[in-house]
């Protein structure tokens, strides 16, 4: 297979790996106001503390595989997108110091608050930043060439609350499976509303998009897409009616599950529909690729490290797996 | 006045403030995750519970240390592309590969085995345990070695060819093992040793002085005294290989690093303790010199021939003010860290290490210069570089992005507010973690506990606990 399709692949992946781990971490704190009290809160955290950073490295990950394969969108995008990019980053340092932070405090009313903030802004930013890259951005001579807010619109400020909804699925699917007894229940009625919130917006996406985007209808309606891409929407639908039938009949992992495939379907279907453009409307992954001693240098390294890097953390996911206590020898 | 309110500018100090910002908090974790090693491994070899003290203890410093590194550290990699787009596309075949690797290698492992450092007590084995803090200090190790890789390739660019303005890629391995790095690296993480060590001296000295955890605090002293031992000295005869490499390599830099205007012919150079040199005029004002001591320095010769800043074009000149005090200010704290070991010596001779009182009070007040030092070096070395990105190749003025300067007044003024709060809030923490002082009663999981062991009787009568 090509070097540079392997690469996009790679970075494809990183990112979905990135949105699903770390939209469940996110989800959970955007779910911190809902906890009644300050030990549900403890127990919400606890549920994530873990897991949090090496879900979050598969970002920074996706950032510099996209920095080696394509470095014109890695210049471009970043440029273009510098507001919500960094007030996405911004949103990170807000959770992330909140941890030990929280922990060492006596009175964890601010962190709280800073913990559920930093996750809100960095999942809008994120929604911002995927709708502000699909609006599409002005090139000339490789470089940005356009304006500081061009990633703002009502389509980009609609992506940004769908995530939110779609990481509250995703982080109440999780704690479906951390939790028990009463916190578990709020869990289960907080995905099934969720999911259908989901739904609408999905289902407004697919809607808008086009009219939105003309390309990408021509897209959707040109061969050999055509014949294809009507299977992501009913994947997704089929996700969804799993999902609301094991949430019915409290199933404990296959709302998570149903959750990922629901995002894997949407996600998918993003793909097929900008493929192969890395920076629409113009600009193609081909022609943005780096050196191909570059890419197979680099590949190197991610086939020998990668999957020893997916082992362990496989294996630190299986140590922490099963429902989360109040951790008494919390450091 | 034109230059404040320029996309250019504003990076360069957006990224500035970043890194120094950043560099804090690894300066701690890459030595003190060593010394977590340490430890561990004294309580899995000798099953002694105030080892066991000790870790539990120092890992909570190095966990609010490492949360914020992660946070600050996530920022630069996307400030390369934020604001330094041209720099990133110009360079990237070259340059990318090593964050990609420092990400695959070093943040990965640090982040999938600090879950279990932390909060695996309950759920792993003592093995395990002590293996997760080892790939844990490796992966700090990792991430040193690629970003200063990245770092000593912008110093030092090798393994390249041009194509149309971009670079190319000739060889990988000359990239990565290009001429500054070995003793960019060994200088850097032998510093964050340096530092660790006098930082746990300083706060077990704290401890001793006020009579509370003796005996947590006389072994958490003497292992730091022995890092500190073996990395003051160490780092002086690295600094001096430091300097003959800028000399061979970046002799403008050095040139600079000295206020050395004329080249000596004659004579041998004098290194200059006090200067204030002046860019203009091309001269300094006040100088305090030791005759032949820069010669002597960087040729090891009496009369070697140095290069002085006036044989290359001003344009191709650092900020000399900045880079000959930062130095001289590095260099003083090495001298004065390594002095105190040398007291340590004498005391240690003398069997009064843990009673001396001036000599705990001394440590205590030395403490945080190892941090200083680290910002002084990291100073010296980015703002020698000037005005180079990529050295003598593609200047910093060609590399910034396409974007207004409104954009980065925003995001500089946040980050401006934000790391100064956090930094209040982390130095707030970890004084309250010291005020709460040692754990000592808190049962040992019953997974790590091994069979049979003692109780620490005399421990828990001489000390006050609180919680």
Redo the contacts between chains.
Sequence with gaps: MDLIVIWACLVALSIILYVVLDGFSLGVALLLPSARDEDERDLLISSV???W??N??W???G???I??AF??V??????AL??P??TF??G??FR??T???RA??TRKQSWNSAFFLGSLLAVMAQGLTLGGFLSGTKVMD????G??FDWLNPFSAMVGIALIAGYILLGSTYLIIKTTGPMQERAYGQAFWSAIVVLGFQILVTIWTPIHYPTVLTNWLSSPRIYFIWLFPVLGLGAFYRLIKSLKSHRETLPFLCSVVLFLAGYLGLIASVYPYAIPPGITFQQTA??R??LR??LW??II??PV?LG??I??YS??RGKVGK????? | MEAIVDALFLSRIQFAVTTMFHILFPALTIGLSFYLVVVEFLWVKTNRETYYRMY?FW??IF??N???G???G??L??E???NF??F??MV???F??L???????A??????????M???????SRKTHFLATCLVALGTILSAFWILAANSWMQTPVGYHRLSGKF??AD?STVIFNPSLPIRVSHTIVASFETSAFVVAGISAYFLLNRKHIDFSRRSLAAALVMAGLFAPLQIFLGDASGRQVFHHQPVKLAAIEAHWETNTTAGAPFFVIAFPEMTEERNFYEFAIPNGLSLLVTHSFNGRVPGLKIFPREDRPNVLIVFWTFRLMVAIGFILFFVMVWAALLWRKGRLFDHRPFLQTLLIVHPLGFLATELGWMTTEVGRQPWLVYNLMRTAEGV????A??VI??LG?FLI?FPA?GA??FF?IL??LRRGVDLL?PI?PIQRPIGMRPLKDERKGDSVMG
């Design positions: 503390a873990p897991v950073d090496a979050q490295t970002l920074v990950f950032a510099g595989a920095f080696v470095p014109v890695y210049g471009v995008l970043f440029s510098y507001i990019l960094l980053v911004l990170l340092i992330g110091v941890f030990e932070f060492n405090a490789g470089q940005f060439a304006d500081s780096a050196q001693e570059t240098f680099t390294g991610v490290v990668l890097v362990y953390v294996y630190s140590v922490f951790e008494r020898f919390y450091h | 539990r890992a909570k966990a609010i490492f949360g914020v992660v946070v600050s996530v920022v990699e996307f390369f592309g934020t787009s041209r990133s596309q990237s075949n070259v990318s590969p964050l990609a690797f420092e990400v695959l290698t943040f990965f492992l640090e982040a999938g085995f600090l879950g279990i932390l909060f695996g007590w309950e759920k792993v190319m890629v990988f992005s396409p974007i207004p409104g954009n925003w995001s946040l934000i956090i809030v982390y923490y309250k973690t808190s999981p």
